[in-house]
C-alpha cells in the first residue's frame, strides 16, 4: 500500500468550525511570521521560510495559499507560480530558476508548483530523459539539504484528493464561468493518465522526503479540513525551527 493509499480521506469540517479554527491559526502564523521578519522582538531576522505546494489539478493549492497568506502583510511575503519552463530557462540546469524566487533571512516566500515537476510532469510526460529524471530524486534532496543547513525552514505539501472528487471539481470549474479558465485541455489529458502520476507521486515522497524537509500529505477531499491543515503545519513548521526570535 502505498503513501497516499493511506490518506484518511473522510476528514471534515463544518462551516463554523473551520471559520474558528482557521482565524486561530491564521493569527498564531501571523504572530510567528512578525517575529522572524524582525517586526516584532528584539528586530532580529529569523530564518527563511519557503512553502512549497505540490497537488493534483483541481486539489486546492490555490485556496490553501490564499488563506496561508491572508492575514500576512504583502510586503513580507511572495507567492511564486511555476509552469513549463520557458525556452531560456531550458537551457539552465533545472533548479536554476528557482534560486532567485527563494527567500532570504527574515523572507517568506511560496512556491504554488516548484522543481517537483522534474520528477514528476516532466516524467510523466517525458519532458525530461529517464536518465534526468532519475538523478533529480538524489538533486533535490542535495538541494533541499543546502538550503535547510544554511538555516531555511522548508515545508512541503502534497494536496490529494481522489479521482472521484477530482472530476465533481473538474464539472463545476467547466460550468462556473468565473472558473472555467482554470479547466484545461490539459487538465482532462492529465487525468487519463491518473495512474501513471499516482507513480511518480509515489516514487517522490518515498524518495524526497527527509529530515531536512520531511512531506506533508494533506487529505483535501475537504477543502475546509485542508486549508486549517495547511496553516497550523507551517506554524508547526517555524515553531519546531532552530533559530527562530
Given at each position: 500500500?502505498?503513501?497516499?493509499?493511506?490518506?484518511?480521506?473522510?476528514?471534515?469540517?463544518?462551516?463554523?468550525?473551520?471559520?474558528?479554527?482557521?482565524?486561530?491559526?491564521?493569527?498564531?502564523?501571523?504572530?510567528?511570521?512578525?517575529?522572524?521578519?524582525?517586526?516584532?522582538?528584539?528586530?532580529?531576522?529569523?530564518?527563511?521560510?519557503?512553502?512549497?505546494?505540490?497537488?493534483?489539478?483541481?486539489?486546492?493549492?490555490?485556496?490553501?495559499?490564499?488563506r496561508?497568506?491572508?492575514?500576512?502583510?504583502?510586503?513580507?511575503?511572495?507567492?511564486?507560480?511555476?509552469?513549463?519552463?520557458?525556452?531560456?530557462?531550458?537551457?539552465?540546469?533545472?533548479?536554476?530558476?528557482?534560486?532567485?524566487?527563494?527567500?532570504?533571512w527574515?523572507?517568506?516566500?511560496?512556491?504554488?508548483?516548484?522543481?517537483?515537476?522534474?520528477?514528476?510532469?516532466?516524467?510523466?510526460?517525458?519532458?525530461?530523459?529517464?536518465?534526468q529524471?532519475?538523478?533529480?530524486?538524489?538533486?533535490?534532496?542535495?538541494?533541499?539539504?543546502?538550503?535547510?543547513?544554511?538555516?531555511?525552514?522548508?515545508?512541503?505539501?502534497?494536496m490529494?484528493?481522489?479521482?472521484?472528487?477530482?472530476?465533481?471539481?473538474?464539472?463545476?470549474?467547466?460550468?462556473?464561468?468565473?472558473?472555467?479558465?482554470?479547466?484545461?485541455?490539459?487538465?482532462?489529458?492529465?487525468?487519463?493518465?491518473?495512474?501513471?502520476?499516482?507513480?511518480?507521486?509515489?516514487?517522490?515522497?518515498?524518495?524526497?522526503?527527509?529530515?531536512?524537509?520531511?512531506?506533508?500529505v494533506i487529505?483535501?477531499?475537504?477543502k475546509?479540513?485542508?486549508?486549517?491543515?495547511?496553516?497550523?503545519?507551517?506554524?508547526?513548521?517555524?515553531?519546531?525551527?532552530?533559530?527562530?526570535?
Open positions: 500500500m502505498g503513501r497516499l493509499d493511506r490518506v484518511d480521506t473522510t476528514a471534515r469540517l463544518s462551516r463554523s468550525d473551520e471559520a474558528t479554527q482557521l482565524e486561530e491559526a491564521q493569527l498564531r502564523l501571523l504572530h510567528l511570521r512578525l517575529a522572524l521578519g524582525g517586526q516584532i522582538g528584539d528586530g532580529t531576522l529569523g530564518p527563511p521560510l519557503c512553502v512549497v505546494f505540490e497537488g493534483w489539478d483541481a486539489s486546492g493549492k490555490g485556496g490553501a495559499i490564499k496561508l497568506v491572508d492575514h500576512l502583510d504583502p510586503r513580507h511575503v511572495r507567492v511564486s507560480q511555476f509552469a513549463a519552463p520557458t525556452h531560456d530557462e531550458m537551457r539552465h540546469h533545472f533548479l536554476w530558476r528557482f534560486w532567485p524566487k527563494l527567500p532570504g527574515g523572507g517568506m516566500a511560496v512556491f504554488d508548483r516548484s522543481w517537483y515537476g522534474r520528477v514528476l510532469v516532466e516524467r510523466v510526460e517525458k519532458f525530461a530523459t529517464k536518465e529524471w532519475r538523478r533529480a530524486y538524489d538533486e533535490i534532496v542535495s538541494f533541499e539539504t543546502t538550503l535547510a543547513a544554511e538555516g531555511m525552514i522548508l515545508v512541503k505539501f502534497w490529494h484528493v481522489t479521482p472521484e472528487e477530482q472530476a465533481r471539481r473538474f464539472e463545476r470549474r467547466r460550468h462556473d464561468p468565473l472558473k472555467a479558465w482554470k479547466l484545461t485541455d490539459e487538465d482532462w489529458r492529465n487525468r487519463e493518465k491518473r495512474k501513471q502520476y499516482a507513480q511518480a507521486v509515489e516514487d517522490m515522497l518515498q524518495r524526497t522526503d527527509h529530515p531536512a524537509a520531511p512531506w506533508h487529505a483535501a477531499e475537504d475546509r479540513w485542508a486549508r486549517v491543515e495547511v496553516v497550523r503545519k507551517v506554524c508547526e513548521a517555524i515553531e519546531a525551527a532552530p533559530g527562530r526570535t
